[in-house]
């Protein structure tokens, strides 16, 4: 391979032309950068003007009707001004009034204070206190033998005289014999329940803690609990033709 010729030994006149060529370029790159620079200075110096909106125009409309015009009065005649100023009083028509029809009035009738004595108290609905012979032939704790592995009806009264409630309940009945359960529990003077409801509580307990072959036990008839051993005591009697002890713990349908 040959040597590259030193700078010396180029002409002139390509000298010339290179270094010519390398100013121009110089400049142009110069001149290029110099206007990016003021382009970005006057940008970052002025911000751009907002654009120009037209200004609206508002123009307030009265849709409202016109008033009408006030017409003129007519001028009264003297007569008419006469009869304006003296109105004629119209005579008064006399009004009926209906005659008023006779009533009779009833005079209210007494009222009666009756006193209530202890021994009717309890019974209020009929039915409740028995007489001797609506009792006659009934069954009671006493009647039967003795030693009985179900008597439903000693067990009753044994627990019924011990009971301070029940004893209290049964206080103003004096004597008598109160039908209590007939199929259902009856109804008592000043009680929101039925069958006195202390009385009612208690033969329900007894029953329902008895043994299940004594509440299947049939019962015939009415049976009286007497609330005393002494002879007259207060005796209570529940029953139908035919019955169990466990009935006492149904409600009664209706």
Same mark, same amino acid.
């Given at each position: ?24 370029g ?20 002025? %911000? ?8 609206m125009?508002v ?5 409202? #009707? %016109? ?9 009264p ?27 009779a009035r009833?005079? #209210?009738? %007494? ?14 609905? #009929?039915g ?26 000693r ?30 529990w ?27 072959a ?13 609330m ?27």
């Open positions: 391979m040959g040597r590259t010729a030193p700078d010396d030994a180029t002409p002139p006149a390509a000298r010339r032309r290179a270094t010519g060529r390398r100013l121009v110089a400049a142009f790159s110069l001149a290029v950068h110099l206007g990016v620079l003021i382009f970005l200075a006057a940008a970052l110096r002025s %911000p751009p003007a907002p654009a120009a909106t037209a200004p125009v123009e307030l409309v009265d849709l409202r #009707p %016109p008033a009408p015009a006030a017409q003129p009065k007519p001028t005649t003297p007569a008419a001004a006469v009869a304006e100023a003296e109105p004629v009083a119209a005579a008064p028509v006399p009004v009926k009034t209906p005659a008023r029809p006779a009533v009833r005079s #209210p009738a %007494p009222i009666r204070t009756a006193s209530l004595a202890a021994s009717d108290a309890v019974a209020d609905e #009929p409740n206190a028995l007489s001797e012979a609506q009792i006659a032939g009934a069954a009671s704790a006493d009647s039967g033998p003795a030693g009985r592995p179900c008597d439903m009806a067990r009753l009264q044994s627990a019924l005289r011990k009971d301070a409630l029940v004893q209290a309940a049964v206080a103003s009945a004096a004597g008598k014999a109160i039908m209590v359960w007939d199929g259902d009856v109804r008592n003077r000043g009680e929101d329940g039925k069958g006195l409801a202390a009385v009612r509580e208690a033969i329900t307990w007894e029953v329902a803690f008895a043994p299940q004594c509440r299947a036990e049939p019962v015939h008839g009415l049976v009286l609990i007497s005393g051993e002494a002879q007259g005591s207060t005796r209570l009697a529940l029953g139908l033709e035919a019955w169990r002890w466990a009935d006492l713990l149904k409600p009664r349908p209706g």
